[in-house]
């Protein structure tokens, strides 16, 4: 079976992914390498840290696979905040309930008496790197809204806040299945995927 070394700590990302790839694959993290540090994620593009990542994880793993996955969400009235710094926006070292509390206090000062929503999406992307090498990147993302009120558990992050387009629920509601249809994650995988499984 073919393996894969997911460059994250993030147990929901590799949960998600391991389900999308599903049994053909043998997924793992950082997890199975506790003495291994990534590289401090110095980019400015999401596409800059995934490659920093996979480099990273690939420079003390010769030989194998290694796949980085830099996500983030990008609020437009917000100019595209927090984008590359999602899971850093309450300062470094936040969790995911803080870096949410600061998006609803940033989100309320601009809300109206309306429909208080935000236009936002989810990006992806994905680098696959081997022996230090980029093989491949793919990228994928997922419009929807953000609403000032958490709704739901599941999932991690801003989920509890993003609806996404098409739907009623934040995918802190929708079951793992819809969110692995449609995320931003879902597509650039999907992407990937059909790179890894293209004949040579
Ligand atoms: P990264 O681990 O540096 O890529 O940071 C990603 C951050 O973006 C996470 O900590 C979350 O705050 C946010 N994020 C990325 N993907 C998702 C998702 O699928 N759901 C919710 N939040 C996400």
Redesign the pocket.
């Known amino acids: 079976m073919p393996r894969l070394l997911l460059a ?1 700590s ?1 147990a929901h ?1 590799t949960a ?1 992914v391991a389900a999308m790839l599903g049994a053909g694959w043998r997924v793992e993290d950082m997890r199975a390498h506790p003495g291994l540090e990534l590289p401090e ?1 110095t980019g400015v593009t999401f596409e800059e ?1 995934a490659v920093i990542k996979a480099r990273g994880a690939s420079a003390a793993l010769p030989g194998l696979l290694v796949l980085a ?5 990008e609020v437009d009235a917000l100019r595209g905040e927090p984008g590359v710094w ?2 850093r ?1 309450a300062g470094a070292g936040a969790g ?1 309930a803080a ?1 949410r509390a600061r998006l609803k206090k940033e989100l309320r000062a601009l809300a109206g008496s309306g429909d208080d929503t935000f236009a936002a999406r ?1 990006r ?1 992307c994905l680098a696959l790197v081997r022996d230090g090498a980029v093989l491949h990147v793919s990228h994928g993302a997922v419009e929807g809204r953000i609403r000032l009120e958490e709704q739901g558990a599941g ?5 509890a806040l ?1 609806v996404p387009e098409g739907y009623n629920d934040s ?1 802190g509601v929708l079951p793992a299945e819809v ?1 692995n249809q449609l ?3 879902a597509r650039a995988l999907e992407e990937m995927r059909r790179w890894l499984e293209t004949p040579a």
């Open positions: 994250t993030n990302k998600e994620e840290n996955d830099d996500s983030g969400l999602s899971a926006y995911d870096n989810f992806c999932g991690f992050g801003y989920d993003f995918f969110k995320s931003h994650r």
